[in-house]
């Protein structure tokens, strides 16, 4: 069950009318009651509108006229992480087993705790305004309820299907670990140019560890050490770098390499290349870079209908390694079917971990009520999954974490899907699946549709 009402503040940076939401509750013996499913609430919340944040909380048996000694409260039960905010029956509650479903002292059943902040240390509740304050929190309980409502109408048990293959593919997770050991190796700083691949975790995390990300080369100061992020790019990009005289590092993918490798090859012998593929994406970008007066790109049949190379009789195509695969498919069969003469690559430019992935989760998708795919709004791969999954037949959305999966989404479904996108960190989804033990009981069944065993090896600056 949910536990909603006013409690105390212990951050100075909180004002009336912030909403606390329990990551776990701490009762006065110490004993902390975990709460997964503290993400999806807040998020709710935040998309409500209101301030939230995310932190444990703690429960006392009596009143705490003074908040700022949250230190003090902290020690005398043993420490640990600092508290957001002090309340006066969540930890009761639960333990006395009238909500969350309480077994051997472990709560089982749905279970979240929001606390509207009331007074903080700098304004205690025997100070001037406290009526302002009061009305301004009630004001935040009152705008809680939809969100707390989406909550409820969520809760229940319910089955949890992995796809499998999901997350990272051998190409980001070597161009990841091109920045970590280029940072290990030179030190900081390592630029990089653009995102090492199209995850905003995993952007973050290399930011904190010292990479420095840039747009254009021209921002990196010459001699720097520079790395040139997954998706490949165009000649002049490395001809500006050595301008610069920058210590480059390439993290393209091989796969992608390949690609742009047979458009060089069809453009030397003067053939146009039609390149399948998203006009503004990084890696389409780049590759059309390698020949621009030779490739034309072709974003749909629509386009492949009526597409005009110069010389109908010397064409071929290449594609954009992440898209999906029947609809690069049904885009080149008209291309086919227009240029009998159309060379075609050996083997589909569609990469192994896209494929892969696009199986795995028609095949979740197939048996879910809803599926999940975890994934940044700018990962082509990501955005294709949601696509698969739609087209068999699920309701399928694209959520960068826990955080922003709509509670409203989960209502009466009880079996949920979940995959990740090639540049998505598998913790990712770890966590989802634990927020949504919050909500219930889960039982986690893996579908593995095929077994992934691919690696490329590291560029020697790095090896
Ligand atoms: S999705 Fe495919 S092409 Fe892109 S980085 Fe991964 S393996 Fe390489």
Redesign the pocket.
Known sequence: MLIAGLGGGLSEAMTAGDVVVATSVRGPDGAEIPLPGAALLAGQLRRAGLRVHLGPVLSTSSVVGDLSDADGLADRLGGGEPDLAVDMESAFLFASGQVGGLSDGVAAGPRAVLRVVLDTPGRPLRSAGTPWRAARALAALRRSAPAISAWAAATGPREVLLAAPRSF????G??IEIVERALEIYGEPVYVRRQI?HNAHVVDDLRQRGAIFVQEVEEIPPGSVAVLA??GVAPSVRAAAAARDLQVIDAT????TKVHTEVRRYASRGSTVLLIGHREHE?VVGTRGEAPSNVLVVEDAEQAATIAPVDPDDVAYVMQ??LAMDEAEQIASVLRERFPSLSAPRRDDI????TNRQMAVREIARQSDVVLVVGSQNSS?SLRLVEVAQRAGAAAYLVEDAGEVDLRWLAGARRIGITAG??APPQLVDELVSALSGLGPVTVREEEVIEES?Q?TLPKEVS
């Open positions: 593919c051998a190409g980001v070597r161009a691949v997954a998706h993918c091989p796969l992608v890696e390694t992440t990469c192994y971990a896209t791969n090639a540049s691919v490329f």
